[in-house]
């Protein structure tokens, strides 16, 4: 089959699924599908192709999305799964849950991310549970997080802190809510109704 025939065909695929997809190479958007300019509200890819990922990240999340783009570069372990903000047109916020892989091709690192876009009862903020009113907004976060089934590992590393930190808001969070540990966590989840089924 010839090679320039599945590249027509691969990107045709791509361009038409439901997820965002976005590659990146040195920090610029080398390629954007239709779906993820949806997302940021344009029209159309073509208003975003060579735009740096600093002007799309919502500059509270920015520091975070490099510290991981450094790590994976270095070949230090990075989070392949976690939430993020993104500037949309005329500034809007963008929730997205993100599915991050890299590849080197001829020497050159490129950066692949999938993403779904939140709903706003799917943040954080949305989570009502009995005892998270009392929770500080690190524990209510750590909370989401185990929710969404990542280990302390992840989340220290998504969050830039480190595991201890990170144990010490699960405690505390834990005992706030009366709970035991993860499967309490679940089970009260499951009560409330917050778990897919």
């Not at 590249?7 to 361009?15: E, N």
């Not at 997809?21 to 890819?45: D, K, M, Q, W």
């Not at 903020?125 to 524990?139: C, D, N, V």
């Not at 990170?166 to 009260?188: E, N, P, S």
């Amino acid at each position: 089959m010839n090679p320039r025939r599945i590249d027509r065909q691969l990107r045709t695929v791509i361009d038409h699924v439901p997820d965002g997809v976005l590659i990146e190479s040195h920090e610029r958007i080398a390629y954007i599908n239709p779906a993820y300019a949806h997302f940021l509200g344009y029209p159309s890819t073509s208003e975003l192709e060579g735009v740096t990922i600093r002007e799309i990240a919502d500059p509270d999340d920015f520091e975070r999305l490099c510290w991981f783009g450094r790590c994976r570069s270095q070949g230090k372990p990075a989070p392949t799964r976690y939430t993020f903000r993104a500037r949309g047109r005329a500034g809007r916020l963008v929730a997205f849950d993100a599915s991050i892989s890299m590849a080197r091709v001829e020497g050159e690192m490129l950066i692949t991310t999938i993403v779904r876009e939140l709903q706003a009862a799917e943040h954080p903020a949305g989570l009502i549970l009995p005892g998270t009113k009392q929770l500080s907004p690190r524990e209510l976060e750590v909370v989401h997080y185990l929710l969404e089934g990542k280990r302390s590992k992840e989340i220290a590393m998504i969050l830039d802190v480190s595991e201890k930190t990170i144990g010490t808001h699960r405690a505390r969070a834990f005992q706030k809510m009366a709970l035991r540990g993860v499967g309490d966590l679940f089970r009260v989840a499951a009560e409330q109704g917050l778990l897919g089924s």
